[in-house]
């Protein structure tokens, strides 16, 4: 089970609430929003392109267009265009799922992902 989880991305991402509601609502969210789930999603290395890649298979429409999306932010974050928006930005785009301690998502994954390394 364990190398079934971390092979889907992880358990740091998979029980976050926040990744959890990406990909329970992944058909109704819009593009604006995508945009900062995906910015908090690329800094999460290899495991957040896996959890990228299932989800998108979810949605309805191009599976290419997303991943062209997200190869785009993921090139983007790597030379410092942009950067992870945070629970407030989320928020302003029209997420509407849970929020946990910490400045981002993704923050909160590198927290619990260095507390589970000691």
């Known amino acids: 089970m364990e190398l079934e ?12 609430p926040f990744y959890e509601w990406v990909g329970e609502h992944i058909n109704e969210i819009e593009n604006k929003v995508l945009y900062g789930i ?5 800094p999460l290395g ?3 392109r896996i959890y990228f890649m299932r ?3 979810k949605r309805k ?4 267009e997303l991943i062209n999306m997200y190869t785009a932010m993921e ?9 992870v928006c945070t629970y407030n930005e989320l928020f ?9 301690d910490g400045e981002s998502p993704a923050d909160n994954v590198f927290k619990f992902n260095s507390k589970s390394n000691i």
């Open 75 to 83: 090139k983007m974050f790597i030379e410092g265009f942009i950067s």
């Open 92 to 100: 302003s785009l029209g997420y509407i799922g849970d929020r946990l």
């Open 55 to 57: 989800i998108a298979m």
């Open 5 to 16: 989880i971390e092979w889907f991305g992880g358990v740091a991402i998979w029980a976050h």
């Open 61 to 64: 429409g191009s599976f290419m």
């Open 38 to 42: 995906i910015s908090n999603i690329v």
């Open 46 to 48: 290899d495991n957040g």
